[in-house]
């Protein structure tokens, strides 16, 4: 199918998303698409000093020419995330103009529109001017919320203007970024495999057959197709206000470390025969919820959400029996979940190699951490989301201490 076809294959599917145009020179469709879904509505067009620059002004004056009563507001910050209180700002300028929103910008900018429209039981419209993110489309907004990275659940925008000359023109970096954003799938894909046979989240096909991510995750309900472990490393980044020379590391360059070493734990568990688990010795020794709770709390005691990890372990704790029949289904299926994970999963070698192509780190301190800071990460990246995850499986499977150890030991992907 060409890209055409594909959009129109996931706009069958997609629960929010009406239309999507993609092109070149097509940033006059706005308007159009404005009074479709909006007839009799005013615009707030919601930009920063970059995006007003690039498109923002075109599409305000396409606005306005087209009879549309359009107002504008401009982060002028040279630098923000997707804090709540942007939000509450967002919230108020919807409040006072009765507006609807048209997001123009990237992945912040269109977070903050999304989940402030969710607010005012409204849809809006988003103009990406970067590839930098998959998210465009996605059911839901990552938002930073009483210091924790929160995704929270809203409709994706109800048109789509994406125009190739404006998107192309975005710095090389932000493509970088958006290529590994979206290389994350690859291992998030493999969780959610896993999370699917132990029943704890199962595979939706239309979701799983969708190019298209953001059309997947409004397909599922859920950033599920998106992200999973990979992510995480990059959440703690936010949540501890990670730097480097001076500013904040994009969200794509920081998921990229994150899917680099979520392929190599997938090459790690790939070298384990897991047909060959003792069921009973591991739920004999599996902790109690308390325990598990305990264990969040002393890991988290002095990150800035202290409550995250014992919040998000007492939603996916299993008990006993629960573990039990999550290990022997693994354990009775490993030989053909082991071949659907291999089809997954790039090795380390691999993606490390697309990404240098693409001009995306591929190694810790190009994003300034180390290797022993990822390796201090797992005990919170395991913990810190309700989402069934592979460490989840290797804690039930009482082999997690040398699968990540054999990450970062000798001739490991990221040896230390």
Known sequence: MDSKERIAAALKVATDTKAFELGQGILGYVPALFNEFFPGRKALLVADRN????????????????????????FEEEEFHADWDHIELLDKELDKTGAIAVSVGSGTI??????????????????????????????????????????????????????VDVIAAAPKDMTAAGYADLAAKVPAGAEWMIADIVGAEPIQPAAEG???SGFAMQAARSSRPASCCDHLFSH????????????????????????????????????????????DACVAAWPSLAEEQARALKIFENFPAPRLGYDQISQKYGDA????????????????????????????????????????????????????????????????????????????????????????????????
């Open 210 to 212: 969708l190019i298209l």
């Open 51 to 74: 995006t007003w620059r690039v498109a923002g002004a075109e599409v305000f004056e396409a606005l306005k020419a087209a009879g549309v009563p359009t107002e504008k507001f401009l």
């Open 236 to 279: 703690i980044l936010d949540m501890t206000h990670h730097r480097f020379k001076g500013k904040f590391v994009s969200h794509g360059f920081q998921v990229a470390i994150g899917t680099l070493t979520m392929c190599a734990v997938f090459d790690e568990c790939l070298k384990y025969d897991l047909s060959d688990i003792d069921v």
């Open 321 to 416: 029996e629960t573990v039990r029949r999550e290990l022997t289904v693994v354990r009775d299926n490993w030989a053909s979940l082991k071949e659907r994970l291999a089809g997954q999963v790039w090795s380390f070698a691999k993606m490390q190699e697309m990404f240098k192509i693409a001009g995306a780190p591929y190694e810790p301190g190009h994003i300034g951490i180390t290797r022993a800071d990822i390796r201090d990460m797992f005990p919170k990246v395991q913990l810190m989301r309700w989402r069934y995850n592979i460490l989840d499986l290797a804690k039930r499977g009482r082999f997690y201490d040398p699968l990540v150890a054999s990450v970062f030991s000798k001739g490991g992907a990221w040896e230390i």
């Open 110 to 163: 269109n977070d903050l529109c999304k989940l402030t429209s969710h607010h005012h039981k409204q849809s809006y419209l988003t103009v990406p001017t970067a590839a930098s993110v998959d998210g465009y489309t996605s059911f839901g907004a990552s938002i930073t919320y009483q210091n924790a990275k929160q995704t929270f659940e809203c409709p994706a925008p109800v048109a789509v203007v994406a125009d």
